[in-house]
């Protein structure tokens, strides 16, 4: 035992002294480059000299990399990501200028914005040197990796030392079952492509299964039903609760809060990951302890809020520091140059990508992603029972370029990589680790419904009430069609000249939100849900022009003569326990639209008048009511069809020609591979399912 620790601190000095001889070649060569940056006199010194001073320079950068640096990021842990993403460079430089002030000869000096040069390209080139001496050393690579989690535990337990299997949960957020096949048939992602032994030599260990979401195909309702076993009253991403008079939104700190709380009252259990578990980049902490970038708990304050440790965990070492933030500048440059092309291209369906969106992106597919990763692979080298993680690149990416663009393919390969690397580090963890991969939900294409009609939902639902609505909305067709019909109603005449003729409304007007192609009107100064009588009594045409518009699918409402009612064109009208009969609108949806619809109906907070936007069937698109050509939220297409991808030790999600349904039901299946990772260690024969299990 003495031995092998001699050996491993003599292989810890050989690396370090490595790393700092490359360090100050690095900076002898920059020198040599940059002409704001000097390590010698003016008059010139002698190559011993000039050397030393590059050794004691590179030298002194290291040490108060390793030692200021750390402190430097936790004294900044509340600051916002984007704005640490931008800091990290200028504090790097300023190490850099205090290290050359420490040389004694006061020879060194360099400009500030040379600085910030000279110090990202040596952590650069110490990290790739540290990294690539340490790749033939598992040991090394283990703990290097260890260190990045920022574990509290002094010593990581040795490999394969803990007897029960962990499970980790990796979500690919909004990446759908069709998008995640044709990608590994296109070799896109060839890590799942071996999992599901695609390709030569390579051994099944994954079974595919695609899943149905709930009406409301969103994240906020699919993790929350996943990780706490119920989304009950979460009718789409945003809605309008008439008891407190608020928006609840889903990726708001304190609606993630709040639904978390009532989730948990409503089973009577903390979630998913509550023994040993960890949480990593989701919107809900499903019950774990050690959390990172988690939505539901970031409006805390105090110690017992760990979320943006993750955080400290990665930008603790400058080297990561620097390679994320120059990630982040060059993804930012991406996507300008992406969307100037589609712009300059005159590419069709194309929304506005401008302002602020290339940082946000960024964020995502960058700092957001290697945050969560090197969580996720601390939680593995500590020995976490369970993990589940969310990787939203995809997700966003897809919103503003398509699911099916070549930038969203270009992310795929990128999230592809990280799980190459994850079951990578697995091979070191103390434990053997079965990896499950799921998606919250997909996306389907489409141009948005502004585009396609010159107006918005909102105007739309204006114009049907006979409220003002923009002139170069009234000039559109559907702005045009909804004043006549509202004129209709009323029986008053056409306008003729100058003209207007408006009803007298309530000084209240409706509330209309968009959660992709789902959107929902509200009437706050009514207390409880209007009916389709009430609705009618105030304004007459409001829900002929919905149900009557070329860009809507279906509309809901409540009935006081026949409960829920499916509203259609051409007169269509519905009642909810008559749809398997007679599905009328919703027959294009496909199976389970109805028992979707007929379940968001009963929801104490469903809005006044859901309204679910058309849908083709034949190319898989529709019509968002926000400003995206990938969107998901409502029915229709491959936004309610993602996938779940589990190890074949486990049992099978669902029995042979069953399909599996539902947030809740993923639920129930991912706590019985928990249990069966504390049971027998062999796929269960024949994989059967029975209900005491699922329940």
Not at 140 to 150: E, F, K, M, T
Not at 155 to 181: E, I, K, N, Y
Not at 292 to 298: N, Q, R, Y
Not at 521 to 541: G, L, N
Request: aromatic share 6%.
């Amino acid at each position: 035992m003495g031995g092998q620790r001699w050996r491993r601190v003599g292989s810890a000095v050989w690396r370090s002294v490595t790393v700092w001889a490359v360090s100050t070649v690095t900076m002898l060569a920059l020198a040599g480059i940059l002409p704001d940056f000097r390590i010698q006199s003016v008059d010139g010194d002698s190559a011993t000299t000039i050397a030393a001073t590059a050794a004691l320079g590179a030298g002194a950068f290291g040490l108060l990399s390793s030692v200021v640096w750390p402190l430097l990021v936790r004294a900044l842990l509340l600051v916002p990501a984007l704005v640490l993403g931008v800091l990290v460079f200028f504090l790097n430089g300023s190490l850099l200028l205090l290290a050359l002030r420490l040389d004694p000869s006061g020879q060194s000096e360099a400009a500030p914005e040379t600085a910030v040069v000279v110090a990202a390209v040596m952590s650069a080139v110490a990290s790739a040197t540290g990294g690539a001496l340490a790749v033939r050393d598992d040991d090394a690579y283990r703990r290097r990796l260890y260190r990045l989690s920022d574990r509290r535990r002094r010593r990581t337990p040795p490999a394969g030392t803990l007897s029960t299997p962990g499970t980790v949960f990796l979500q690919l957020d909004g990446v759908g079952h069709d998008v995640l096949v044709d990608a590994v048939g296109r070799g896109l992602m060839p890590t799942v492509a071996a999992w599901l032994g695609r390709g030569a030599g390579a051994r099944t260990t994954h079974r595919l299964t695609p899943w149905r979401t709930d009406w409301s195909s969103q994240t906020g309702a699919s993790q929350l039903g996943i990780l706490h076993g119920s989304n009950h009253d979460i009718p789409a991403f945003r809605w309008y609760e008439k008891d407190t008079q608020e928006i609840v939104v889903c990726n708001r700190p304190t609606s993630a809060a709040e639904l978390q709380r009532r989730a948990v009252e409503r089973t009577g259990d903390s979630g998913l990951l509550s023994l040993d578990g960890a949480s990593r980049g989701n919107l809900f902490s499903g019950g774990a302890d050690q959390l990172a970038l988690v939505l539901s708990v970031s409006a805390r304050r105090g110690r017992e809020n760990r979320s943006r440790a993750g955080y400290f965990a990665y930008f603790s070492d400058p080297a990561n520091a620097v390679r994320t933030a120059l990630s982040f500048v060059a993804d930012v440059g991406r996507e300008i140059g992406e969307s100037t092309r589609a712009r300059l291209g005159k590419r069709r369906p194309r929304v506005g990508r401008g302002g602020l969106y290339p940082f946000i992106r960024a964020f995502a597919t960058v700092v957001e992603r290697d945050v969560v990763v090197a969580a996720v692979i601390g939680d593995m080298l500590a020995g976490r029972a369970s993990v589940y993680a969310d990787l939203v690149a995809y997700d966003e990416v897809a919103h503003h370029s398509g699911p099916r663009s070549r930038d969203a393919e270009r992310v795929l390969q990128r999230l592809d990589r990280s799980l190459a690397l994850i079951a990578q580090v697995a091979e070191h963890a103390p434990r053997a680790y079965r990896l499950v991969l799921l998606s919250d939900h997909g996306q389907s294409p489409g141009e948005t419904f502004r585009t396609r009609y010159g107006l918005g939902l909102g105007e739309l639902v204006r114009a049907g009430c006979g409220l003002p609505v923009p002139r170069k909305v009234r000039r559109t067709h559907s702005g045009a069609e909804a004043r006549a019909a509202v004129r209709a109603a009323l029986r008053r005449p056409v306008e003729e000249g100058g003209e207007h003729h408006h009803p007298a409304v309530p000084a209240s007007e409706p509330l209309v939100l968009a959660s992709g192609n789902l959107g929902l009107v509200s009437f706050p100064d009514v207390p409880h849900r209007m009916s389709r009588e009430e609705i009618d009594a105030r304004h007459p045409a409001l829900l002929t022009t919905l149900a009557n518009h070329p860009g809507v699918g279906f509309v809901l409402v409540r009935s006081e003569e026949h409960g829920g009612l499916v509203l259609g064109a051409h007169g269509a009208a519905i009642p909810l326990d008559e749809l398997d009969e007679n599905p009328g609108p919703l027959a294009e949806f496909g199976p389970g639209a109805a028992d979707a619809v007929r379940r968001t109906h009963g929801f104490p907070h469903v809005a006044d008048i859901m309204v679910n936007s058309w849908y083709d069937p034949e190319e898989g698109e529709v019509l968002a009511f926000e400003e995206q050509i990938g969107s998901h939220g409502g029915l229709g297409g491959a936004q309610g069809r993602p996938f779940l991808m589990s190890p074949l030790t486990f049992s099978a999600p669902v029995r042979d020609g069953e399909e599996l349904v539902g947030a809740e039901q993923v639920h129930r299946v991912l706590r019985r591979w928990l249990r069966e990772c504390d049971g027998p260690q062999v796929p269960l024969a024949g994989a059967a399912v029975d209900d005491e299990r699922v329940a």
